[in-house]
């Protein structure tokens, strides 16, 4: 029987819808940002409708919290603060004068009556956004989407929260969150935590893992936040296995809120579903470094079950049949596609095509095209789907690793340990946890 394992896609920018609807058979539901959603409701909204499978609204809370200047907008003269957290600051009942200028802090939730009047509003908001923009819009109430209705609520809601680093007080706001949000609910009681995975000793897991037990969680996004799987060391890994499973064996569905193929592993160890972006999706810091442009197009290399240069791509299947292509890197839609018009030396070209582009400064650089762009997008939400598939249809964690190692070691000839050595830490955190 196959295992049930949730494939969420977080969308990131207004300008990805367009591989959501393209690519809505890749994945099992949506998660939304609060501020993307305020930044353009009805657009979202169509969006929700057209794709008709469930979707949850991140509050993000947590952003009102960080340094003050992240959230005003980017730009020369007099920096304002963004328009969209100013009015999910008022729809969450918050004074939106401080957007932009101060950080909240947990005394702003010091007495028990201004938690549940936040976190109130912060569920009411989940619920309502996607409706009333419906309402609002002429077009949808006299078209054919207005049957669709049932897809405009979210999923589940969650609770506000804010990025534990114990320090400020933030799990207490955090627990008396979830504890408003379970009386005030008959819905699945959602929330998230979010953990500074810099600070996760042994002991902060014990902790954390202790006090979240013991709420009325039913289902949960993790957030480690500036934790990078290919990066992280066993330990650190291990701790995150150990985290998860724990809170599974407590009944919390845990679902990881920026995970790439190690938090699959986890679903070995209790981890009830994942989600990325579209993009580079499988991680997020807590304070987004602002400007340096468009990242460069890299190619998610399914054998190391991580992102690649192109140039490193060049290097993996220089002088390889279309065949040894197929079985050894991928036989997507996209991959095939291309295979078939021009071969493994086409295929490269086209993941490969860039133009020139002036800077700011001047200066004339090479940057992938958006075609280019776009087809190793999609070849990415391909492959996730398929390693989701993966996880569901095999039957012992010991069987997936086993792949996992036989097909790295290939690549690892080609590239050396530099694109490998995250495998050998990812089974080595696995086998020094207990499956749930
Ligand atoms: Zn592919």
Redesign the pocket.
């Known amino acids: 029987m196959a295992r049930e394992f949730l494939h969420l896609l977080r969308l990131g920018t207004h300008a990805e819808q367009d591989y959501v609807l393209r690519g809505r058979s890749f994945f099992d539901a949506i998660v939304l940002n609060a501020n993307l959603v305020e930044g353009s409701k009805s657009a979202i909204a169509v969006l929700v409708t057209r794709l008709q499978k469930p979707y949850f609204i991140d509050p993000v809370t947590y952003a009102f919290a960080l340094d003050p200047r992240l959230l005003r907008s980017a730009g020369p003269g007099n920096p304002r603060p963004k328009r969209s957290f100013s009015a999910l600051a008022a729809a969450y009942g918050l004074d939106p004068g401080f957007v932009g200028v101060r950080p909240v802090t947990s005394d702003w939730f010091a007495d028990d009556g201004a938690v549940e009047d936040f976190a109130a509003h912060v569920i009411d908001y989940q619920r309502t956004a996607i409706g009333n923009a419906l309402a609002d819009d002429a077009a949808f109430l006299t078209s054919e989407l207005s049957d669709r209705a049932k897809w405009v609520g979210p999923h589940a809601t969650l609770a506000p929260y804010f990025v534990e680093d114990f320090r400020d007080g933030w799990r207490n706001v955090n627990v008396r969150s979830l504890s408003t949000h379970a009386s005030a609910t008959r819905d699945l009681r959602g929330g998230a935590i979010g953990v500074d995975s810099r600070q996760l000793t042994p002991q902060n897991i014990a902790e954390l893992a202790g006090t979240y037990a013991e709420t009325d969680l039913d289902q949960a996004f993790m957030w480690l936040t500036n934790f990078d799987e290919h990066a992280a060391t066993v330990g650190q890994l291990a701790g995150y296995a150990r985290l998860t499973q724990f809170l599974a064996s407590q009944g919390k569905a845990m679902m990881a809120s920026y995970g790439g193929f190690y938090s699959l592993l986890l679903a070995f160890r209790g981890l009830a579903g994942s989600s990325h972006g579209i993009g580079y999706g499988d991680k997020r810091d807590l304070e987004p470094l602002v400007g340096g442009g468009l990242p460069p197009a890299r190619y998610y290399l399914?054998p190391v079950r991580d992102f690649v240069s192109l140039a490193d791509l060049g290097l993996v299947a220089a002088g390889i049949s279309e065949d040894e292509f197929r079985s050894r890197?991928?036989?997507?839609?996209?991959?095939?596609g291309l295979l078939r018009e021009g071969g493994v030396d086409g295929l490269i070209e086209q993941f490969t095509e860039t133009e020139d582009r002036l800077t700011a400064t001047g200066r004339v650089v090479a940057v992938a095209t958006p075609r280019a762009y776009r087809l190793t997008r999609f070849?990415y939400m391909?492959?996730r789907a398929e390693e989701f598939d993966l996880i569901r249809n095999t039957e012992t964690l010991n069987l997936v690793l086993g792949t996992l190692v036989a097909e790295s070691r290939w690549v690892e000839g080609r590239l050396g340990l530099r694109a490998t050595a995250h495998i050998g830490r990812w089974h080595d955190a696995m086998e020094m946890t207990e499956p749930v």
């Open positions: 399914r890197i991928c036989q997507c839609t996209i991959c095939e070849h391909s492959v």
